[in-house]
Antibody, heavy 122, light 110 residues
Framework: QVQLVESGGGVVQPGESLRLSCAASGFTFDSYAMHWVRQAPGKGLEWVAVISYDVTIKYYAASVEGRFTVSRDNSQSTVYLQMNSLRPEDTALYYC???????????????WGRGTTVTVSS | QSVLIQAPSVSATPGQRVTISCSGSNSNIGSNYVYWYQQLRGMAPKLLIYRDSERPSGVPDRFSGSKSGTSASLAISGLRSEDEADYYCAAWEDSLGGPVFGGGTKVTVL
């Protein structure tokens, strides 16, 4: 079945970096755009970044633009989120998620991973 | 403040019908599909409705979605205790290059 498994979360100090990974299985990964969405403790969902199936499109939320970089390795069925200059407000559960239609980027999400927790604190 | 506006909470008794509204604008709901997600406590979100009103396989027909102009709604009929969860709407935002979410509506089954 379709599965997304995030990893790489942890506790870091402000200004430090972290790289999240999301391993996909059960579908043709290189045909689907992928998102990162986060959820701060007790808060709602906040979109972070999206990468198209062919890496030609990368968009970021204003709150992370210039600090976070999304990438993917289709040969490894993995999407990444490089997070630099982390701030306390980046503390959240980070979900990897799949767009519901192959090839297109601007459709919604149909599958979510379980998330990986990032805590930024001094 | 979320771009898509939802009521923070709604409560009802088992068997009742609950409607959750999601208000947006021409650049999101007005020109793109709406999606609805259910998030049970401590769990990842789950897709309930896609492309305004379509139900994925496995989602009970008690859940239905609709859209009119720049607003959308999720209806839950025959409310059950296991429906107690947070519900989020989402739509692509043309000016952002990504999706926007509602703030979420907590459904409490009395």
């Amino acid at each position: 079945q379709v599965q997304l498994v995030e990893s790489g979360g942890g506790v870091v100090q402000p200004g430090e970096s972290l790289r999240l990974s999301c391993a996909a299985s059960g579908f043709t990964f290189d045909s689907y755009a992928m998102h990162w969405v986060r959820q701060a403790p007790g808060k709602g969902l906040e979109w972070v970044a999206v990468i198209s199936y062919d890496v030609t499109i990368k968009y970021y939320a204003a709150s992370v633009e210039g600090r976070f970089t999304v990438s993917r390795d289709n040969s490894q069925s993995t999407v990444y989120l490089q997070m630099n200059s982390l701030r306390p407000e980046d503390t959240a559960l980070y979900y990897c998620a799949r767009v519901e239609q192959p090839v297109v980027t601007y459709y919604g999400i149909d599958v979510w991973g379980r998330g990986t927790t990032v805590t930024v604190s001094s | 403040q979320s771009v898509l506006i939802q009521a923070p909470s709604v409560s009802a008794t088992p068997g009742q019908r609950v409607t959750i509204s999601c208000s947006g604008s021409n650049s999101n709901i007005g020109s793109n599909y709406v999606y609805w997600y259910q998030q049970l406590r401590g769990m990842a979100p789950k897709l309930l409705i896609y492309r305004d009103s379509e139900r994925p396989s496995g989602v009970p027909d008690r859940f239905s979605g609709s859209k009119s102009g720049t607003s959308a709604s999720l209806a839950i009929s025959g409310l059950r205790s296991e429906d107690e969860a947070d519900y989020y709407c989402a739509a692509w935002e043309d000016s952002l290059g990504g999706p926007v979410f509602g703030g979420g509506t907590k459904v409490t089954v009395l």
